[in-house]
Structures are given as structure tokens and as C-alpha cells.
């Protein structure tokens, strides 16, 4: 069953970041993941770190996609961070800050779904001029989602 992203965007998914740098950052999202899915903010904290040290999810482009798979959630989370200054400390791969972080908590059962989901989340936020309207966007949440929600009528 292929998933889009989008269905798992909700208006409190949607965050303006104010941190100064990728613990502040990262920590927003962490804690509002862990509001939304009910589970220990500690467990995800622990687990998002653990992925962090394996390779870095700055992808480039300022662009970071961190992502879990976890027990105990029946459906994927996906949170959109749009940073108010850019997190120079992220280590992207082409060594930019990072301005828009996606991150995805996600059941850890059904790997195909999994990897589907990521690759269509990838493949939405490659492109440079979306990334340019939600950093435009900063702030707004209300225009972040809108933009978001928006792409399903792009499919």
C-alpha cells in the first residue's frame, strides 16, 4: 500500500523552529513527537541520536530528513520544521545550514511502506522552489501547512 506523506501532516505537525542550533532544533521537534505520538519523549530522543551518529540527515540543499521506526504506533508521523535561523551546526552533506527538517516517527513493522514513505517524502523535498516558500513561510504556520497540503493537488 503506498503512502503519501501528506495524510500524515497534521496543522500540529507544522513547527516554526527558533533554536540556534541542531540540539535546540532537533529538541523542539523531539518533544513535539513526542506530544503527538504518545510515546517517551526519552525513547525518541535516544533513538533519533542513535540515526544522528550512524550518518548525519542533512541531505543537502538545507534540507534534513531525520526518521525512526519505533513499536507501539499504528501509523506514521511525519513533523515539518521550518527554522527561523539557519542551523549552521547540522553537518549537511554539502556543508549549507539546514533551514527545513522533515522528521518521521514511523511503526516499525512494514519496512516496504516505510522506505516508500521516506522516498516520497525525499523526492517532494528536493525541490528547491518548495524549500524557498516554506523558508519564506517562517513563522506562519498556518502558510507552512497550506503549502504542504497544497502538493497533493501536485501529484
Known sequence: MKQDFIQFVTKDSVMTLGGKNK???????ITRAADLTKLNRDTI???IWKREQMMTTGVGNMLALPHIRINDILHPYVLIGVCENPIDDYQGQDDLPVRVI???VAPDEDQ???LQLLSGISRRFRDPALLESLIDAVGNTVQIYDIIKGLEDKQ
Open 23 to 29: 540540539l535546540e532544533v532537533m529538541d523542539h521537534l
Open 102 to 104: 522533515v522528521l518521521t
Open 112 to 114: 516496504e511502506a516505510y
Open 45 to 47: 530522543f535516544r533513538l
